[in-house]
């Protein structure tokens, strides 16, 4: 059981480029996320997702894209990458009902140049 | 809205001293109460949870206890290791626009000097 695993672990993108963050879970989870982590802020919600084939946005989803085809997996894509998102990316999943914590993956270092 | 505000750090603490982070809430309703732990390049792992008032989570010696009348979670532990350096976040469960959402502190980072 390997949990939430994210790939890659450090990215560096030039300003413009396009990527796609990894996210996937073999806890058969509905509700899986992503958030964001800066310095001083916190974790930011940018989109979720509470079953395959439905994806909503968080606080902040502005140059984000994801999609949820399967239950596993939740890739985050970022269509043109600038600056203002060099951060820690983080995803995580939770099976709905109980509680609702959630499992969160080891994270991406991403830097836009 | 839902919020969540955590004692601003950073903290730091010699080694077996006591440990308190204080850590407050805003809800409507009743959410469930967490705190997290994340070590250095790593995510956030669960420590302890509590999902009703006067529950008291416990892990690895932590512990903290739901206060509904002071809507508070305060994060204690009586004897803290250098292991236990580390960012810690306090958070809640809340269905915010029809969804299930974690709201989480600004975290608090904690250094334990040998």
């Known amino acids: 059981n390997a949990g939430v695993t994210q790939t890659p672990k450090f990215q560096v993108l030039k300003t413009g480029q396009s990527m796609t963050l990894q996210c996937a879970q073999d806890m058969n989870h509905e509700y899986m996320s992503w958030y964001r982590q800066d310095p001083g802020m916190g974790l930011r919600l940018i989109h979720y997702s509470v079953g395959a084939g439905i994806t909503d946005q968080g606080e902040v989803p502005n140059g984000y894209n994801v999609s949820r085809s399967t239950t596993e997996d939740f890739p985050l894509r970022l269509l043109s990458a600038a600056p203002s998102q060099t951060s820690v990316y983080f995803c995580?999943?939770?099976?709905?009902?109980?509680?609702?914590?959630?499992?969160f993956g080891p994270g991406t270092r991403l830097t836009v140049t | 809205g839902d919020s969540v505000t955590q004692m601003e750090g950073p903290v730091t603490l010699s080694e077996e001293a006591f440990l308190t982070i204080n850590c407050t809430y805003t809800a409507t309703g009743y959410p469930s109460l967490f705190w997290y732990v994340q070590y250095p390049g790593e995510g956030l792992q669960l420590l302890l949870k509590a999902t009703k008032a006067d529950d008291k989570g416990s892990n690895k010696g932590f512990e903290a206890t739901y206060r509904k009348e002071t809507t508070s979670f305060h994060l204690e532990k009586g004897s803290v290791q250098v292991s236990d350096s580390a960012v810690y976040f306090c958070?809640?469960?809340?269905?915010?626009?029809?969804?299930?959402?974690?709201?989480f502190g600004q975290g608090t980072r904690l250094t334990i000097n040998p």
């Open positions: 958070a809640l469960s809340a269905r915010i626009q029809g969804a299930q959402k974690l709201v």
């Open positions: 995580a999943s939770s099976y709905r009902g109980g509680a609702f914590e959630q499992y």
